[in-house]
T-cell receptor
């Protein structure tokens, strides 16, 4: 079955530090890959996505590249802000029919001033 | 206007009670979902409906029964509540005009506490 593995948190960084949150996946076929962000007390919001190999998703300074050879979709940001403190979820979805989205376990990021 | 709205936001109840959570989306989407998020933030799909038809039904106790009166609403009824049902329940909706345009929108969640 499909699965998504994320690095365990929490990740604590100082403001303006470089962020990497690792994500690897197991799936048949060519899934779409997503990063969602959940701010405290809120629902998940789509941060970025990529639908085929070598695609780069980007939004709000965050980037992730779909690497089929390493089955990875690592999230990066060059300079984090306190407002980026949240839980980040990596997810995948198979491209056929009404396939469910499989989420990773989430990585909590805390950015300190 | 809130795209996906859930009510109530908080629900505190005793073991053995029956409760419902309501969800409405005003995005015109065809597909709606219920997810359960446990205390460790793990998010698990429970159900999904497309145009009022059940399309995803994960291994969930039959005390949980979804109801979709129309494609804009997906309610979740829980019978005989147990301590282990305490969690945050998220409703979501999606539309897929093209495969690469798939996008899920989530509600703010309902925090259920069973005492």
């Amino acid at each position: 079955g499909n699965s998504v593995t994320q690095m365990e948190g929490p990740v604590t960084l100082s403001e303006e530090a470089f962020l990497t949150i690792n994500c690897t996946y197991t799936a048949t076929g060519y899934p779409s890959l997503f990063w969602y962000v959940q701010y405290p007390g809120e629902g998940l919001q789509l941060l970025l996505k990529a639908t085929k190999a070598d695609d780069k998703g980007s939004n709000k300074g965050f980037e992730a590249t779909y690497r089929k050879e390493t089955t990875s979709f690592h999230l990066e940001k060059g300079s984090v802000q306190v407002s980026d403190s949240a839980v980040y979820f990596c997810a995948l979805r198979e491209p056929r029919g009404y396939q469910k989205v499989t989420f990773g376990t989430g990585t909590k990021l805390q950015v300190i001033p | 206007d809130t795209a996906v709205s859930q009510t109530p936001k908080y629900l505190v109840t005793q073991m053995g009670n029956d409760k419902s959570i309501k969800c409405e989306q005003n995005l015109g989407h065809d597909t709606m979902y219920w997810y359960k998020q446990d205390s460790k933030k793990f998010l698990k799909i429970m159900f999904s409906y497309n145009n009022k038809e059940l399309i995803i039904n994960e291994t969930v106790p039959n005390r949980f029964s979804p109801k979709s009166p129309d494609k804009a609403h997906l309610n979740l009824h829980i019978n005989s509540l147990e301590l282990g049902d305490s969690a945050v329940y998220f409703c979501a909706s999606s539309q897929e005009p093209r495969y690469d345009r798939f996008h899920q929108y989530f509600g703010a969640g309902t925090r259920l506490s069973v005492l």
